[in-house]
């Protein structure tokens, strides 16, 4: 069974600021809560101090960035949440940009698809077996993780294209897509998981897709909303390639015509809620395990009420 979550749609300054939508997710239908990456906090210490403050919800992070930590503070966060939450953990992660790998490690990793298999092999060997002996080309880690009862930590990956899918297949429990239009998750992602899932002899993973969204309402401009929420992904050249992928072209040059083209192929949803509980299904029936509904153009255009009863009205719609 599919199910619904929601992606918090802000990057908070102090962590207290993400307690709204915490409270929403332990409240409400929502399965779970994720956020992105951002480089002014840190996920995982965001959602241990909603934790504190009472707010034991499932988190996911989609996705966070390998250089900003070695796989085995990357196990050692997850585990930490999972034990302070005492709920399950997905914790995701991806290469990011080449042009962010170069900023912060002076070059890009040689082979993305190597340095990810590493990755995820050091933090896997810490959470289900508690230490690791691992010498590679990109990380290095003779360590050990204490054992301590804690709620399951499934490793993702983001996905956004063929390849990357198929190890996702081999290596992770869960796909983590963004911007991926309905068609494109069930020609292009699926499939590649299965290929790899089935090369490995292992289950497939989750499906887990982040739909950027919004309600369709007479004061607002659904062009300036897909603008506002995804322009930065439509600028860097791993989204614009998985975007052409899926026949949507977009230009470094153009973002309102970026923008126009996201609604025009089905990667920004706009409509009512019965039009938008349709789109979602399309992802359902594309073999989405896990929809999280982004409604960050919403919320940094009219602001947190404003994020917050739209995703109320959201889960309500999508749970007739």
């Not at 585990?79 to 939450?85: D, F």
């Not at 082979?111 to 959470?127: D, I, N, T």
């Not at 992802?283 to 109320?312: C, F, P, Q, W």
Request: glycine fraction near 8%; charge should be negative.
């Amino acid at each position: 069974m599919t199910t619904y979550s929601i992606m918090a749609p802000i990057v908070p300054f102090r962590p207290e600021q993400l307690l709204p939508y915490a409270a929403l997710t332990q409240w409400s239908d929502a399965h779970r809560i994720w956020q992105g990456q951002a480089l002014g906090n840190d996920p995982f210490q965001d959602f241990a101090h909603a934790a504190a403050c009472g707010f034991r919800v499932p988190t996911g992070t989609g996705v966070t960035l390998m250089p900003l930590r070695h796989p085995q503070q990357a196990a050692i966060q997850a585990h930490s949440l999972a034990v302070a939450s005492g709920h399950p953990v997905v914790a995701g992660f991806g290469p990011g940009a080449v042009v962010f790998q170069k900023n912060l490690m002076g070059s890009p990793y040689r082979s993305q698809l190597g340095a990810v298999r590493e990755y995820v092999s050091v933090m896997r060997a810490l959470l289900e077996k508690s230490e690791v002996e691992h010498v590679g080309e990109y990380f290095t880690c003779h360590s050990k993780l204490p054992a301590a009862p804690r709620p399951p930590v499934e490793i993702g990956l983001g996905v956004l294209r063929p390849r990357m899918a198929r190890l996702a297949g081999e290596v992770a429990d869960v796909a983590i897509t963004w911007l991926t239009p309905a068609g494109y998750v069930r020609d292009v992602v699926v499939p590649a998981l299965r290929a790899g899932a089935e090369a490995a002899g292992r289950p497939v993973p989750r499906v887990v897709v982040m739909v950027p969204l919004a309600l369709a309402a007479a004061e607002r401009n659904p062009v300036e909303l897909a603008a506002i929420s995804n322009t930065g992904h439509t600028m860097l050249p791993h989204y614009a390639d998985m975007l052409r992928r899926s026949g949507i072209e977009t230009s470094t040059q153009d973002p309102r015509g970026n923008a126009e083209a996201l609604l025009a192929g089905d990667a920004f949803l706009y409509g009512d809620k019965a039009e938008l509980a349709d789109r979602l299904r399309e992802y359902v029936d594309a073999g989405a395990d896990e929809i999280v509904l982004n409604v960050t153009g919403v919320h940094m255009k009219y602001g947190e009420r404003a994020s917050l009863t739209e995703l109320e009205t959201l889960l309500e719609a999508v749970a007739r």
